[in-house]
C-alpha cells in the first residue's frame, strides 16, 4: 500500500512541477514581441515550446496553397542547429493535410501508425520522429501553417495541458503574422498616400508651369523677332548672346510645357539595346571633360513604355550624374532584370547630396546648381509615376550618389 502511495504522489508532484514549468514557459511567450525579424521570432517561439514540452525538434510551417507545399519557415533543435526540412508536397500526404485544416491541432503518440500522419512515412523515417503534436496556426480565419512538435524515441502520449500549450505558442505565432501584415498594410497605405500627395502637388506646379510657358513663348518670340532685325545692323556679339538666351529660354519652357502636360504615355514593348545605345550616344557627346559613360548592362531586356520618354528620363538622370562628378570619373548605368521588371542604376562618385536636400530631389525649381532649372527631376518623376514605374535614391556626401529606377516589363494595373 505504501508503495502505490508513493507513486501516487510521485505523479501528483511531477504533475505540479510540469504545471510550474509551462506556467513559466508561458511568461517567457508574452515576454516576446515583434521587432521586424518573423523567422527569428518564430524560432524563439519554437524554442521555448520545445524546452517546454521536452520535443526533440519544433518547426513552424506554413501551406503554399499556390505550389501546393507545406514549407518550414524556422526550426528549433534541441541538439543544436539542424538544416530546414524540404517542403513537403500536399498532394502527397492529403489526410493529413485535410486533419490539420479541420481540427485544432493533432496529436499522435506513434505517428508512424497513426492514420492521419502515416502518409508522412518518409519524413518520420528520415528524421527519426516517433511522436507529433502538431497545433493550428491562422490567418484571417483560415489555417496559414502550423506549429509542429517532434519526439523521437518510443511512443509518446501528449497530455492536456502540453495540447492547450502547444495551441497557445500557435494562437501567439497567428498573432504575429496578423500584426506583421498589419504593419506591411499600414506602410503601404502611407506610401500610396504620399504618392497621392506628390500626384497633387505636381498636378497644382504643372499647371503653373503651363501658365509661365505660355508667357515665355511669347516673350520668345518677340526676341525672335528682334534678332531678325538686329542681323540688318550687323552687330554679331549682341546677336550671338541673344540667340543663346533664346535657345536656352526655349529649352526651359518645353520643359515646363512638358510639366504641365500630364497625359498617358503611348507606351509599348520596348527592346532596350537601341535605347541603351541612343542613351550612350546622346551622353558621350555631352560629357563634361574627363567623365565617361560606363555601361553594364543585360542583352535582350524588354520594358513597358514610351521609348522616347524613357530615353529621356536615363540621359537626364546620367546628365545629372556627370554634373555632379568634381573629378574625372566614369558615370555607370546598369540595367538588369529584376522582378518583372528592369532595374535601371545610374552611379556617380561625385560630392554626394546632403541628408536635407534628398527629400527635396524631385520638387519642381528646387536645384543646387548655379545654372539649374529644378526642373528636370521634376519630370523624370513624372515619367517614371506615369509608367507604374518607381525611383529611389541614395547617397552618401563625400561617395556619390545612386539612383534606382524599377521600369515594369508589361502593363501595372
Not at 506549429?147 to 495540447?163: A, L, N, Q, T
Not at 532584370?337 to 552611379?347: C, S
Not at 561617395?399 to 502593363?411: N, Q
Request: with cysteine; proline share 4%.
Amino acid at each position: 500500500m505504501s508503495s502505490q502511495g508513493e507513486e501516487s504522489g510521485a505523479s501528483e508532484s511531477s504533475a505540479i512541477t510540469q504545471r510550474a514549468f509551462l506556467t513559466s514557459a508561458r511568461l517567457k511567450l508574452a515576454r516576446l514581441h515583434l521587432d521586424g525579424d518573423l523567422p527569428r521570432l518564430f524560432k524563439q517561439l519554437c524554442e521555448i515550446s520545445g524546452v517546454a514540452l521536452e520535443a526533440t525538434r519544433v518547426g513552424v510551417w506554413v501551406f503554399d496553397d499556390k505550389a501546393q507545399l507545406l514549407k518550414c519557415e524556422a526550426l528549433w533543435s534541441k541538439d543544436g542547429d539542424a538544416p530546414i526540412p524540404l517542403p513537403l508536397e500536399m498532394a502527397r500526404i492529403p489526410t493529413y493535410v485535410s486533419a490539420i485544416k479541420e481540427r485544432r491541432f493533432v496529436a499522435t503518440s506513434d505517428a508512424r501508425t497513426d492514420e492521419m500522419t502515416r502518409e508522412l512515412e518518409a519524413y518520420l523515417e528520415v528524421w527519426k520522429v516517433r511522436a507529433l503534436l502538431d497545433a493550428a496556426v491562422y490567418r484571417n480565419g483560415e489555417v496559414y501553417g502550423i506549429v509542429c512538435h517532434e519526439y523521437v524515441g518510443e511512443p509518446r502520449e501528449w497530455k492536456r495541458d502540453e495540447r492547450q500549450f502547444a495551441a497557445t505558442v500557435a494562437d501567439l505565432a497567428s498573432h504575429f503574422i496578423e500584426v506583421k501584415e498589419r504593419i506591411a498594410a499600414q506602410g503601404r497605405a502611407y506610401e500610396l498616400e504620399l504618392k497621392l500627395k506628390d500626384a497633387h502637388r505636381l498636378d497644382a506646379l504643372g499647371r503653373m508651369a503651363a501658365g509661365i510657358a505660355h508667357d515665355l513663348n511669347n516673350m520668345l518670340a518677340v526676341i525672335t523677332n528682334g534678332i531678325s532685325i538686329l542681323h540688318r545692323v550687323k552687330d554679331e556679339e549682341t546677336l550671338k548672346t541673344m540667340e543663346e538666351s533664346a535657345h536656352h529660354a526655349a529649352a526651359l519652357v518645353a520643359q515646363l510645357m512638358m510639366l504641365g502636360r500630364k497625359k498617358t504615355p503611348i507606351a509599348q514593348i520596348v527592346e532596350l539595346d537601341p535605347v541603351l545605345g541612343e542613351v550612350d550616344r546622346i551622353s558621350a557627346a555631352a560629357a563634361p571633360a574627363g567623365v565617361k559613360l560606363v555601361l553594364d548592362v543585360e542583352k535582350g531586356l524588354v520594358v513597358w513604355a514610351e521609348a522616347s520618354q524613357l530615353t529621356m528620363v536615363l540621359n537626364n538622370l546620367i546628365s545629372n550624374a556627370m554634373q555632379a562628378m568634381t573629378k574625372p570619373g566614369p558615370v555607370v548605368l546598369r540595367a538588369h532584370a529584376r522582378q518583372e521588371g528592369v532595374v535601371f542604376e545610374v552611379i556617380d562618385t561625385g560630392e554626394g547630396i546632403k541628408p536635407e536636400n534628398l527629400e527635396k530631389l524631385f520638387d519642381p525649381f528646387f536645384t543646387t546648381r548655379a545654372n539649374g532649372s529644378g526642373i528636370g527631376l521634376a519630370i523624370v518623376q513624372q515619367l517614371v509615376n506615369q509608367h507604374g514605374a518607381e525611383i529611389k535614391v541614395s547617397s552618401t556626401v563625400g561617395d556619390g550618389t545612386t539612383v534606382r529606377v524599377w521600369w515594369p516589363k508589361t502593363p501595372t494595373k
